[in-house]
């Protein structure tokens, strides 16, 4: 529905010592979940006091500064298609990195919870957004509300693909891969029958 509206959630509270401590806790938080008592041990005593709403907050800020991750790498790129930007940026925030993927299972569990489910939301629309700016897209209007979508639909099954078999790394390209080309089939299909989708290379141009 948010992603339906164009409504983006408002900007998660950043600095240096809750990025540093998210890094820490991260790095262990497959095996040991996002809890409180595992931030204290990693991040010291008082790190508790970075995140006063908790675990579903820590996990927030988590994919939170994953998007921002994602956004640095992408700054430098040189690429000319937009489909190609949109590629490299997805597989930037979801790497073969199995650190990554059970921290990010343990973390749906959070979310997928009675009090994470709007923090996911929130989170959801965040990264679909920030993959749309790391590819330099500035669409406006429906347009900006129509790529979003799609984008949504397409995000979550490589998520999904990712979750569960995303240490090949060349699998997971090459499912990124077919989910573009689908796209791009399905865009040109409405295009060519008088559909009001998006343009066709809205995200796979």
Same mark, same amino acid.
């Given at each position: 529905?948010?992603? !339906?509206?164009?409504?983006? @959630?408002? %900007?998660?509270?950043?600095? !240096?010592?809750?990025?540093?401590?998210?890094?820490?806790?991260?790095?262990?938080?497959?095996?040991?979940?996002?809890?409180?008592?595992?931030?204290?041990?990693?991040?010291? @005593?008082?790190?508790?006091?970075?995140? @006063?709403? #908790?675990?579903?907050?820590?996990?927030?800020?988590?994919?939170? /500064?994953?998007?921002?991750?994602? &956004?640095? !790498?992408?700054?430098?790129?040189?690429? *000319?298609?937009?489909?190609?930007?949109?590629?490299?940026?997805?597989?930037?925030? /979801? %790497? %073969?990195?199995?650190?990554?993927?059970?921290?990010?299972?343990?973390?749906?569990?959070?979310?997928?919870? $009675?009090?994470?489910?709007? +923090?996911?939301?929130?989170?959801?629309?965040?990264?679909?957004?920030? $993959?749309?700016?790391? +590819?330099?897209?500035?669409?406006? #209007?429906?347009?900006?509300?129509?790529?979003?979508?799609?984008?949504? #639909?397409?995000?979550?099954?490589?998520?999904?693909?990712? /979750?569960?078999?995303?240490?090949?790394?060349?699998?997971?390209?090459?499912?990124?891969?077919?989910?573009?080309?689908?796209? &791009?089939?399905?865009?040109?299909?409405? !295009?060519?029958? #008088?559909?009001?989708?998006?343009? *066709?290379?809205?995200?796979?141009?």
């Amino acid at each position: 529905a948010t992603l !339906a509206a164009g409504v983006m @959630p408002a %900007p998660m509270e950043r600095d !240096a010592e809750r990025d540093d401590a998210l890094r820490k806790l991260a790095a262990v938080a497959g095996a040991y979940g996002w809890s409180m008592r595992t931030l204290r041990t990693v991040a010291g @005593p008082d790190a508790d006091l970075l995140f @006063p709403a #908790g675990e579903v907050e820590m996990v927030e800020a988590w994919s939170d /500064l994953c998007d921002r991750s994602m &956004l640095e !790498a992408m700054q430098d790129t040189f690429e *000319p298609r937009l489909s190609q930007r949109v590629r490299q940026a997805i597989l930037l925030r /979801l %790497p %073969p990195d199995e650190q990554r993927r059970q921290a990010a299972r343990r973390g749906m569990a959070v979310f997928l919870s $009675i009090r994470g489910q709007k +923090a996911f939301r929130r989170s959801w629309v965040r990264t679909v957004n920030a $993959i749309w700016q790391a +590819a330099q897209d500035d669409s406006t #209007g429906l347009t900006y509300v129509s790529k979003r979508l799609t984008l949504g #639909g397409l995000y979550a099954s490589v998520f999904l693909y990712w /979750l569960s078999r995303g240490s090949d790394s060349a699998g997971l390209e090459a499912f990124v891969d077919r989910r573009l080309a689908d796209v &791009l089939r399905i865009g040109r299909l409405k !295009a060519r029958f #008088g559909g009001t989708a998006a343009k *066709p290379e809205s995200v796979a141009g």
